[in-house]
């Protein structure tokens, strides 16, 4: 029960919707899976909230798919001082076992 709970608190989140904003809108992802993506969080992510201290960050797992394929997006985001969430790391892995990069 535990699980489930902590999965929907993570998949309401505000780090959830700026990594599913963040993989959506990457150019390379849409270049890649074609336009009209969609994501969804997948089991698997991990995340860390350091109670003690204002920075915390998320590891999130997300399918994605668009017209042309799908694929698994890994998102390592931030935030620091109750600022926004900031990716600091995403790739794209597919189905073949290639895996891209999304700079910022």
Do not use: C
């Not at 890994?74 to 926004?84: F, L, W």
Request: no cysteine; net charge positive; proline share 4%.
């Amino acid at each position: 029960m535990i699980v489930v709970s902590g999965f929907a608190i993570v998949a309401n989140s505000d780090a959830h919707h700026a990594a599913r904003q963040y993989v959506t809108n990457h150019p390379r992802v849409i270049a890649v899976l074609g336009e009209g993506g969609e994501t969804r969080l997948r089991w698997g992510g991990r995340f860390g909230v350091k109670i003690s201290e204002p920075a915390r960050w998320m590891r999130l797992v997300l399918v994605a798919k668009g017209r042309k394929a799908t694929g698994v997006a890994t998102a390592e985001i931030s935030r620091k001082d109750n600022a926004t969430w900031t990716v600091e790391k995403a790739e794209l892995g597919l189905p073949q076992g290639d895996a891209i990069l999304l700079a910022p």
